[in-house]
């Protein structure tokens, strides 16, 4: 899509009712459902984090959204497919500051390049008892990125019409940090499986982002 054209149509997202739980559970596997169910009925002290869905044009003026593969590090979202973001520090004035300095850390992009369209519903992960609170942004400009070594592993940058194609949905069975051969829904983006609570924000944007494109 025209970056343009998505950058007028991007904004009415603002005025939406968010989707939350509807959109998520698309993309949640049946034990991660019971999980939070049972999270239902005693709920943890869970640490936050931010995360920012950033879009921005390409030289073409192509409308791309930015993930990032994480680096492999001995934790539970290891080697995986993310949003740029992180957990609040101190400093950070609330869960946006959070997204924004991670995004700066993490790829580059600075506070003042981004503007935020909103917050999404936030998504809480059992295995590591984050609960994420998710933003909406985009970049006017072409970006230069420059991804941190200690953090990430690439830049997954996914043009807006493969993101938007159903025809990228699909169910694999993975074995997971605590489940073994377990059917997930998942997006199949620049040839990565994406799943797990980035794949449940992502179908939160992308059931908005149908309401308007």
Not at 1 to 19: A, G, T, Y
Not at 27 to 34: E, G, I, K, T, V
Not at 56 to 83: C, M, W
Not at 119 to 147: D, M, R, W
Request: proline content about 6%; aromatic content about 10%.
């Amino acid at each position: 899509m025209d970056f343009q054209l998505f950058q007028q149509r991007v904004s009415k997202v603002k005025d939406l009712p968010l989707l939350g739980e509807a959109s998520h559970y698309k993309m949640a596997p049946a034990f991660r459902l019971q999980e939070l169910e049972a999270i239902r009925l005693k709920k943890k002290n869970p640490k936050k984090a931010g995360v920012m869905a950033l879009f921005y044009p390409d030289e073409g003026q192509n409308t791309h959204l930015l993930l990032i593969l994480r680096k492999t590090y001995k934790g539970v979202h290891s080697n995986q497919i993310a949003f740029p973001g992180g957990k609040t520090e101190p400093e950070d004035a609330d869960l946006l500051a959070t997204a924004l300095r991670e995004t700066y850390e993490e790829v580059g992009v600075p506070t003042d390049a981004i503007t935020v369209v909103r917050a999404l519903t936030e998504v809480y992960i059992p295995p590591s008892n984050f609960e994420v609170q998710p933003f909406v942004g985009f970049c006017h400009e072409p970006v230069v990125f420059k991804a941190q070594e200690s953090e990430v592993a690439s830049l997954v940058k996914v043009p807006l019409v493969d993101f938007m194609d159903d025809a990228n949905l699909f169910t694999q069975n993975l074995s997971t940090s605590y489940a073994e051969n377990v059917a997930v829904p998942a997006f199949k983006l620049n040839g990565y499986t994406v799943w797990g609570a980035t794949a449940m924000m992502l179908s939160e944007l992308k059931d908005l982002l149908k309401q308007v494109l």
